[in-house]
């Protein structure tokens, strides 16, 4: 089984693309917002996404202290 | 009889429930006049009554009790009882654990997570240790469990005897005499003790399970007498339960600790304050409510009478990994929202709400769709009538008709694959067709 994986923007598209690197997941690059991959990497993929979208935000109580 | 009722709509229930009544020959009509079955008649009295041996509002004991005690012990026992399950599902640490029938139903509800089968074995501490340690000491809250705490006490009381109810048939009790007493336990007045004598050995077995809720109150196990508490009383009665709101409650479990001051006093529900810099103080020494925040707000300072915190990205995360909406957490901050927010609108700041809202977006920034990808069609008009087909069946995800590709979902997949089978097969036996039909051309051509 496959999935389609839609974003709801291109800059998540684009943090998957570079994932793909390093595992190749990616079956068909559909559009901006589209990316066709194995089903069996979901779970990983958004849990990688989620940590690299955490480093990239500024925190606040980090920052006063 | 119809003049009991107000309006259309009342009108028409009592029809409905006539016409029930009608069909179990309880009821019979003549002429405009209703007639009661004559043994339905007896008995019904008999109940209304409390006579004959049914006990139909339980057995008064008849020896005053060496051990009376009052209505206000009684709620302070309702009280501790019932939070301390409350308290158990926010994961303070507050109290004993709730003894394993308890866990057991909170488990089988769905209300928290943690292996309520593989608890069969264990007694209760080890139970809730056990629960404990599948989350790094804070058993885990559902979603289902977030949605139970934001009702009032009557209606959890409810949800948790029904739950009782659905667990009772695979404990082989028998469902009759468990509703039965629920309903008994209804009509119970507080304040009074009643004879454990009368009751059946179901029965005896449930008193027990009550027990641990707070619904009544035996002095120690095997007693023959017990208590109805408020939490009994009136489960069958629509008015609030007193000990309705969790701040009054805790001005019963601590009289001493409260001075009834300000306006938020007033407003039982009421005691939450929103800023738009996410700053949120909340006018409450309740530890179930101040854990219950707990559960999104980054608690800061906590005073006597308040605590005050802020909301972050990472406290909302963590209720969301928790399962908990952010529709959930905003209608708790609205329903308890305290009575100067309530003079504004929106009773919340909007940048608060939206903010909780994309927070909540963020974390479901990918979207994944199961779905099969049909791609390198040979022929233009493979791909449009595939793409037509599975356009009519609506099972389209995402297609390109340059790149002739489309993606269906899983449920379309077994219907649009066979479509193109046979749109293929057809074909080809078109193209054989021509073929021998050519040849055939060809033939007739060679033969003259």
């Not at chain 1, 996404?49 to 920052?63: F, H, K, R």
């Not at chain 2, 006539?18 to 179990?24: I, S």
């Not at chain 2, 997570?113 to 139970?127: I, K, L």
């Not at chain 2, 001005?251 to 006093?265: L, N, T, V, W």
């Amino acid at each position: 089984m496959v999935k389609a994986v839609k974003g709801n923007d291109s800059s998540v598209k684009q943090i998957i693309l570079g994932l793909n690197e390093r595992g190749q997941f990616i079956i068909e690059d559909l559009d901006d917002t589209h990316v066709f991959v194995d089903a069996s990497c979901v779970e990983q993929l958004r849990a990688d996404i989620d940590q690299i979208l955490n480093e990239n935000t500024y925190n606040a109580e980090e920052a006063n202290k | 009889m119809k003049l009991w009722f107000k309006g259309s709509a009342g009108l028409a229930k009592h029809e409905e429930a006539m016409q029930r009544l009608k069909t179990l020959n309880i009821f019979a009509e003549e002429k405009d006049c209703y007639t009661m079955n004559a043994a339905f008649l007896k008995q019904f009295r008999n109940a209304l009554t409390g006579g004959g041996k049914s006990q139909s509002f339980g057995l008064a004991t008849s020896t005053p009790d060496k051990h009376h005690v009052d209505i206000a012990f009684l709620d302070d026992y309702a009280t501790k009882q019932w939070e301390a399950i409350l308290h158990f599902m926010v994961g303070t640490t507050e109290g004993k654990p709730p003894c394993k029938g308890v866990l057991n139903l909170l488990g089988r509800s769905g209300l928290m997570t943690g292996g309520s089968d593989s608890g069969d074995n264990m007694d209760a501490h080890d139970f809730a240790n056990h629960m404990a340690r599948q989350d790094f000491g804070v058993p885990k809250i559902t979603h289902k469990g977030f949605q139970f705490l934001l009702q009032d006490i009557n209606t959890q009381v409810w949800a948790f005897l029904l739950q009782y109810l659905n667990t009772a048939e695979s404990l082989n009790m028998d469902l009759v005499e468990v509703l039965t007493f629920f309903f008994q336990l209804g009509s119970l007045e507080l304040g009074n003790d009643y004879s454990s004598e009368m009751l059946t050995e179901t029965q005896k077995h449930l008193l027990e399970d009550l027990k641990a809720y707070g619904i009544v109150y035996q002095r120690k196990k095997g007693s023959r007498r017990f208590y109805p508490t408020r939490l009994a009383t009136t489960l069958t009665s629509g008015t609030p339960v007193m000990l309705g709101s969790h701040s009054n409650a805790a001005k019963i479990a601590a009289p001493g600790a409260r001075k009834g001051e300000g306006s938020g006093d007033d407003d039982d529900h009421g005691f939450i304050i929103m800023e738009t810099n996410y700053r949120m103080y909340a006018y409450t020494d309740s530890p179930l409510q101040i854990a219950v925040l707990n559960l999104f707000v980054h608690l800061r300072d906590r005073f006597p009478n308040m605590v005050t915190g802020v909301i972050t990205r990472d406290s909302i995360r963590r209720a969301l990994f928790k399962g908990i909406t952010a529709d959930q957490i905003i209608t708790y901050l609205t329903t308890h929202a305290h009575a100067q927010m309530r003079k504004r609108s929106p009773i919340l700041p909007l940048t608060v709400v939206d903010q909780i809202r994309l927070w909540e977006m963020e974390k479901n920034r990918l979207r994944p769709t199961t779905s099969w990808l049909y791609s390198q069609f040979g022929r233009q008009q493979d791909f449009e009538g595939a793409l037509q087909y599975a356009s009519e069946l609506g099972v389209v995800v995402w297609s390109n008709q340059k790149r002739r590709i489309v993606c269906v979902t899983a449920e379309g997949h077994n219907a649009v694959s066979g479509y193109i089978r046979r749109m293929i097969t057809r074909h080809k036996e078109q193209q054989q067709a021509q073929q021998n039909e050519q040849r055939q051309q060809q033939a007739v051509s060679v033969a003259p």
